[in-house]
């Protein structure tokens, strides 16, 4: 059995995300709760409440056990781009693309 949790449009790049990811895939969810407490990044925040959340659908939905759950899939893609423009010099305009990601996670019981 398998629990999911997903965040979508989250105003972080998806390269920025899938290195906390990258931390986290394939560990227990306690240890994986404790890596991302010490990970001094953005995502680590936005990852640590989607795992919270992939772990309450576990629980509640599954009657999964937490002490046996572990991070199986994690993975970010891109969201929609929010394209900007910066004023430089001489009359011009340089761009800037505001990123965004969707984020999921999936929780499975480890046999």
Same mark, same amino acid.
């Given at each position: 059995?398998?629990a999911?949790a997903?965040?979508?449009?989250?105003r972080?790049?998806?390269?920025?995300?899938?290195?906390?990811?990258?931390l986290?895939?394939?560990k227990?969810?306690?240890?994986? /709760?404790?890596?991302?407490?010490?990970?001094?990044?953005?995502a680590?925040?936005?990852?640590?409440?989607?795992?919270?959340?992939?772990?309450?659908?576990a629980?509640?939905?599954?009657?999964?056990?937490?002490d046996?759950?572990?991070?199986?899939?994690?993975?970010?893609?891109?969201?929609?781009?929010?394209?900007? /423009?910066?004023?430089?010099?001489?009359?011009?305009? /340089?761009?800037?693309?505001?990123?965004?990601?969707?984020?999921?996670l999936?929780?499975?019981?480890?046999?």
């Amino acid at each position: 059995m398998e629990a999911k949790a997903i965040a979508k449009y989250v105003r972080m790049s998806s390269m920025k995300v899938r290195v906390v990811l990258n931390l986290v895939r394939g560990k227990n969810v306690n240890e994986a /709760f404790a890596i991302l407490k010490y990970t001094p990044r953005d995502a680590a925040v936005v990852v640590n409440k989607l795992l919270k959340s992939a772990v309450a659908n576990a629980e509640n939905n599954l009657d999964l056990n937490r002490d046996t759950l572990y991070i199986s899939e994690a993975y970010a893609c891109e969201g929609p781009t929010l394209k900007r /423009f910066q004023p430089h010099a001489q009359g011009r305009a /340089f761009r800037i693309n505001k990123r965004s990601s969707h984020i999921t996670l999936i929780v499975k019981e480890r046999e």
